[in-house]
């Protein structure tokens, strides 16, 4: 699987939205899409378990999760990818 | 109130020391009246409103008294020492006028602070909803927008002195099509705000903040939307000066109970002088409790300053679970802290009739882990202690 498809997974198995995955563009607003702060915690720790990494302290804040591309971006620094 | 006879604006550097005066004079006498009635505290509102007050929050550009938080939660401390009904309407006032002043942008919402501060407008809260089970993160009532004006109409289970109030400012989802975590917050005022009170308040403590339920229906200005998203406004302002300004008023009770319980204790000595009353050492140990409280508050306070608007600080993990923190210690402190000074003062604090009562004291206090559910705020901790690095 792509990082993206990997997201999007985690999105759809964590993320709790209101609308399908699928229908999700690289900046749409997650937070607007339903996703709460609650679940937005389940998918950090889905996505560190999937990329096997920690998300830094700097990086624990809402505009990391706010959408797939923010989200890309920060795995991709916590990776080295 | 017009603008005729309100006297000039209370400025920064005074805000606390007339607070504290009001609230010996004027807060304090009346006290006692607004617990037995359930009575909104009309007296000591219209004594902060006539020396612009309860703008004191609001930046002297706007005509306001530009104030530091930390100079209001001095006041508030003084105030919830003499009426901590009182003080909690003031702290939800004051904390409704700092979402305006940090995130009402526009024109529309700029032009009401002025307003605000020239007439001395009082604003109340309706964040929580029938149906969401006590989740203010979450709506089910949602606004329509139609050409350039909004319309809402919400099962409010408590909107606290609202037929005292100038306005509420209202939570929503954000379109009828919105998720109900994507909400917004909106002015609702006059003419456009219609109040039907639904049940009586009848309650423990906090008699005096009138926290009935109300079906609200408003209509106005769609200007009146605050523009950012309402978790965001929770997250940086709301929620942090909630716990900052409520810690206040909690700290204002237990520091009265500590007070009383000294007199109680010294008026013992002054009778024996030479022994030490029995109570002496519980003192002791209750100050050196009640000296943690205010430390925290103040501690807290600085902490919510240096953060400034930074967003990225206020949105952290680390401060939210700070700010957590405070409100569940500062309501469990005052609990224990005026149970400790009524086994100083014995009976003289259990009876109604003696200067050293402490029944109202005891009644307000239990509230505050109520009011948002201490074991709600542990469980949002929780879960972000998930994540949350050591660093």
Known sequence: ?81 | MTASNVKPMTRAGEVASRMAAIADEVAGPAADDVDAAARFPTETIDALKAEGLLAALVPIEFGGGGASLEEVSRGLVALGRRCASSAMVVAMHHIQVACLVRHGRNEVLQAYLQELAEHQYLLASATTEVGTGGDVRSSICALEVTDGRFRVEKQAPVISYADDADAVLVTARRTADSPESDQVIVLCRPPGLELEQVGEWNALGFRGTCSTGFILRATGDAGEVLDEPYADISTRTMLPMAHLLWSSVWLGIASDAVDLARRFVQSEARRKPGTMPPAALRLADVTVVHQQFVDMVQSSLARYAAAGTDADRLSSIGFGVGMNALKVSSSTLVVDIVRECMLICGLASYRLDTPYSLGRHLRDAVGAALMVNNDRIMANNAQMLLVLRGE
């Open chain 1, 1 to 81: 699987m792509t990082v993206d498809e990997t997201i999007r997974q985690v999105l759809a198995e964590h993320g709790r939205l209101a609308v399908p995955v699928d229908s999700l563009g690289d900046d749409t607003d997650l937070f607007g899409a339903g996703m709460t702060s609650h679940a937005s915690v389940n998918v950090m720790l889905a996505l560190e378990d999937a990329f096997d990494f920690e998300f830094s302290e700097k990086m624990l804040k809402k505009s990391t999760f706010e959408s797939i591309g923010a989200i890309r971006t920060g795995v991709l620094e916590m990776t080295g990818g």
